[in-house]
């Protein structure tokens, strides 16, 4: 492995935009260029993290998340309020693709979430995205809804898969 992973920082984000917006545009992500952009500026406010994937100068990777409550309703009652982590955007440069780098960042941001003393961590994907359902999958996710979202998911059957994953406490 000749790449480390390290924290995104505000001055990445202009790199991560054009990351995100070149390599990880396929049928099954949903990126409108305004959010994505309005998205990774929080990471200079600390609203949204990131671990990003370099290899001497280039960034090959990147895997964005942030705390939320918008899950609540797959939370248990007793954790209804709890706030949790999301897994927003993640994207590998198609030179760096079948490295281990995307499963790597993932790896990462859950560490990232769980050391903030989140309980919860949620990602979704397009039911389909056999890719992201194998990394998910592979991290510990576990589906736990599946549901019809044609304006989000115009391709295939416009369904958006929703997986979490609990942390066990000592």
Known sequence: MTWQIDAATAADIPVLTALILTHGPNVWNWLPPEEVAAHLAQIATGEVGAVVARENDALLGVVSFCRTTHFARYQTEDRREAVHGYVCEAAVHREGTGRGIGAALLKAALGALEAQGL??????????????????????????????????RPHGSGRTAVSRIVFERA
């Not at 056999?130 to 736990?144: H, L, N, P």
């Open 119 to 152: 309980r919860e961590v949620y990602i979704d994907r397009h039911e389909e995205n056999a890719a992201s359902a194998g990394m998910m999958r592979k991290a510990g996710f576990t589906v736990i809804d599946t549901f019809a979202e044609p304006a989000r």
